[in-house]
């Protein structure tokens, strides 16, 4: 990675395509890896079997497409932790107030998470019915506060949220608490110490990750912490003019497919995959820029991220019902439809409800 002295690599065009392709992704992978064929990712712990079993998916032809985003679609998760601090370290360079910042960063998340919530909580109800939604509650109760507090990843025993992702409530939130603090750090040591604290972050997964995991239930790639990497290259591309070259791309390749294999270079997938597609970007951006549909997805990928978990499931029933390749292969597509329809339904709900409406911007038009 060559530093320059251009401005930022990416503009709110450049976002979009990014968000969009982040988000498909990812909704794909949710879907594809809960069917039993596809092969298991090394998202939050490794096993180099799961390697093996993807080569293997890829050279079915009536697999390949399924065990590729099983496999590696959650990697579009990398993309917006970059793109989160790529757009703060633009637009919050030198926060006023520690405290107002994290507010607004609050009024712009929690009202879509709401109402995602509340969908969840009405579809549960229609499942277990009046009676049992009390003790659905009780159940379930402890784990929606601590995912509305953004605490469930930092509490021994607990694990992913029940409505959201692992990163969009819990990890966003934490980094915006600290955003300050990294800000600062980039502004004094710049570059050279958003390497340091990279590699710090790396040394910290690798000695800790395994036994926090197995001892207390607590996974450190659940947390800005283990994501630094990720998140310091943002700052840099932001700010500093640093560029995803051949040759990064190149030593990325080699440490994604090390990392696929050796237990020792897993932490390096992360930073690695999200080299590969910032430069895989840069070679096809030509392509994919100006495209109305992109720019409509990422307008509503922050309600699919809410919806998609839950909206899979009678999906992934259907897969089961039928366990064929084709119908498994046609349903990943329309679970995107899905998400992406109900997405724009909580984005214009959220509008009416938290905007003027003389003085409400016109929301995304579906393509």
Known sequence: ???????????????????????????????????????????????????????????????AIQSFFSAFGHFGVQLFIFLSAYGLALKYWSIPGWGGFVWSRIKKIYPTYFLALALWLALNLVQVGPSGFPDFLLKTGDKLALTTFALIDLVPGYQLPPVGPWWFLPFIIQFYCIWGLLAAFSRRFRVAGLVMLSVAALAILLAFQA???????????????????????????????????????????????????????????????????????????????????????????MPV???????????????????????????????????????????????????????????????
Not at 14 to 33: E, P, Q, R, S
Not at 248 to 271: C, D, H, R, S, Y
């Open 211 to 301: 036994p926090l995991s197995e001892k207390w239930a607590i996974n450190l790639l659940e947390t800005p912490l283990g994501h630094l990497p990720e998140l310091c290259l943002g700052v840099a591309c932001a700010r500093f003019g640093v560029r995803i070259g051949p040759a990064a791309a190149l030593i990325a390749a080699v440490l994604f497919i090390g990392g696929n294999i050796e237990a020792l270079l897993w932490p390096f997938t992360f930073i690695s995959a999200l080299v590969l597609l910032l430069y895989a970007y840069r070679l096809t951006a030509g392509l994919l820029r100006n495209r109305p549909t992109l720019e409509w997805i990422a307008a509503v990928s």
């Open 305 to 367: 991220f809410f919806v998609n978990g839950f909206l899979r499931t009678p999906f992934v029933e259907i897969a089961a019902r039928f366990d064929r390749w084709y119908v498994d292969l046609l349903l990943g597509p329309c679970v995107v439809l899905a998400s992406l329809a109900v997405g724009y339904v909580l984005l214009r709900a959220e509008e009416r409800l938290t905007r003027p409406r003389s003085r409400e911007p016109a929301a995304a038009t579906p393509p």
């Open 1 to 63: 990675m060559k530093q320059s002295t251009a401005g930022a690599m990416l503009d709110l065009r450049d976002t979009a395509v990014l968000k969009a392709v982040g988000i498909l992704a990812i909704v794909l992978h949710n879907f594809y890896h809960k069917l039993p064929a596809t092969p298991r990712e090394n998202e939050f712990d490794f096993d180099p079997n799961r390697f093996h079993q993807f080569l293997y998916g890829i050279t079915v032809p009536k697999q």
